[in-house]
């Protein structure tokens, strides 16, 4: 039962557009989400976060989107550069501010075309 | 150091053998987590330490993996008795704790462990 789910397994963008990746949760417990970016042989590492009391969150040219009543969350790059050419993992926690048992999503392996 | 460090990087073994992962997380960091990603999934949760406190370990797939944090600090993983879909990398992951946690773990590079 997967709990946090991207259904996009990738997603290929030209460089300079936006990109947007998608996230789906069912726990209405979750109330902060998180945003991982992952390249190849490296750990995960944080991106951008947001609570349940904001729809917004702001980090430069990256831009979290949360929609409760949906449960759906979206992360959105723009302009995209080839570096941002990663797996994105989106993440759910169960109390505000805690990172006990983070539940990840299977990833999107986004690709920036030059 | 600098970041959480993970040995070995990389192991194979035969099925059957036992294996240890070592994890050691930035320093200062009283929460520490294990995490495992098989071929084409998502991060899927093994256990999590606290300080002192009981460790949850309600992500172990079977009694055949176990964990244990000594001091405080180091980790290690010990898998018995592996089998190939054992075959993963094993991410460690560290944080500050609960205590004005904003939910940001910082990982390992992992530790791919092969199961022949």
């Known amino acids: 039962d997967q709990q946090v789910k991207q259904n996009s397994p990738s997603l290929s963008v030209q460089e300079g557009r936006i990109s947007i990746l998608n996230c789906d949760y069912t726990n209405s417990m979750f109330d902060y989400f998180l945003w991982y970016k992952k390249y190849p042989a490296e750990g995960p590492t944080f991106l951008i976060s947001?609570?349940?009391?904001?729809d917004k969150n702001e980090d430069g040219r990256f831009t979290v989107f949360l929609n409760k009543s949906a449960k759906h969350l979206s992360l959105h790059i723009v302009p995209s550069q080839p570096g941002d050419s990663a797996v994105y993992f989106c993440?759910?926690?169960?109390?505000?501010?805690?990172?006990?048992?983070?539940?990840f999503g299977s990833g999107t392996q986004l690709t920036v075309l030059p | 150091g600098a970041g959480v460090s993970q040995s070995p990087s990389n192991k194979v073994t035969e099925k059957g053998k036992d294996v240890e992962l070592r994890c050691d997380p930035i320093?200062?960091?009283?929460?520490l987590y294990w995490y495992r990603q098989s071929l084409g999934q998502g991060l899927e949760f093994l256990i999590y330490f606290q300080g002192n406190s009981a460790p949850d370990k309600s992500g172990l797939p079977s009694d055949r993996f176990s964990a244990e944090r000594t001091g405080g600090s180091v980790s290690t993983l010990t898998i018995q008795r592996t089998q190939q879909e054992d075959s993963a990398v094993y991410l460690c992951a560290s944080s500050e704790g609960l205590a004005g946690n904003t939910g940001e773990l910082f990982f390992g590079e992992g530790s791919r462990l092969t199961v022949l």
């Open positions: 947001i609570s349940s009391i904001k």
């Open positions: 993440a759910a926690s169960g109390r505000s501010g805690s990172a006990r048992q983070l539940t």
């Open positions: 320093s200062g960091h009283t929460a």
